[in-house]
């Protein structure tokens, strides 16, 4: 069975079913049910996007990036298809067609998500006010001033690429963590496990610099380099780098289960 094979499977699987529809809308409720209860006196877009991005809440967005196909695994384990479809193929070609699946899929969910979550607001607000305060500091910076001058549209989209990444991300960590803990309610909750212990442990355990902060890679709001363009790139890098490693630890996780049987 050829890789193709494969991969044309796993993104039936990962987009044609209910899903990733759920996915999408719940990503889309969520954002607006925080942008209705928990941004206090919206003005534009910009200020709602700023207010809804810092809460906590937030958090939950990231759930949604991992139902489309995030428990595959649990799935083929619990029904023997993985035994079927290495016996067809070969495992490094299952596993790396899983994570492309798997990133891809969490990836266009909650980038639609939010794209649908900006488009019903900008039903009722406009992009940017010329007196939001937020928007004054982002013209003045030399990172940001190009873009959100030329057109504040592609500012929230460069944002939501970023965002989608780490959706990517974490649903592929997802995927790994279930070839341990094949609970699927519980192995739903690993996209915020992993973010707020990432954030409030490991990082200030092991003092490390912003330049390996989730934050700050995979947001809009904060700054790494000294452009817009080297931090999109950047985050583009760690994102590819981490669902690469993701991607050899579950070869050898696989391999390991395979040979036990």
């Known amino acids: 069975m050829k890789k193709a094979h494969y991969l044309a499977g796993d993104m039936k699987r990962a987009f044609l079913s209910g899903h990733f529809i759920l996915a999408v809308a719940g990503t889309v409720v969520t954002l607006l049910f925080i942008a209705k209860t928990q941004v206090r006196f ?15 809440m937030a958090l939950l967005v990231l759930v949604f990036g991992t139902i489309p196909y995030g428990i595959c695994f649990c799935e083929d384990f619990e029904h023997k298809y993985i035994y079927i479809s290495v016996i067809r193929g070969d495992i490094k070609r299952y596993v790396w067609s899983k994570l492309l699946a798997v990133f891809i899929s969490a990836f266009a969910a909650m980038a639609l998500g939010k794209l649908l979550f900006f488009l019903i607001m900008r039903l009722e607000y406009p992009w940017v006010l010329p007196d939001n305060s937020y928007y004054q500091s982002l013209l003045a910076d030399v990172r940001y001033g190009s873009i959100i001058r030329y057109s504040p549209v592609l500012y929230f989209l460069e944002g939501i690429v970023r965002e989608s990444l780490l ?11 279930s070839l341990f803990f094949k609970n699927r309610l519980f192995v739903y909750t690993f996209p915020v496990m992993i973010y707020y212990f990432w954030i409030n442990y490991i990082e200030l355990w092991l003092g490390l610099p912003h330049q390996t902060t989730i934050c700050y890679i995979f947001g809009s709001f904060y700054q790494i380099w000294s452009r817009e363009w080297l931090d999109f790139l950047y985050a583009l890098a760690v994102g590819i780098l981490l669902a690469g490693l993701s991607g050899f630890l579950m070869h050898k996780k696989i391999t390991e289960e395979i040979r036990r049987v």
Not at 46 to 56: A, F, K, S
Request: aromatic fraction near 12%; charged fraction near 10%.
């Open 42 to 56: 919206p003005q534009d877009i910009l200020y709602i996007y700023d207010g809804v991005t810092m809460t906590r």
């Open 167 to 177: 959706g990517g991300v974490l649903a592929v960590c997802t995927a790994y963590g």
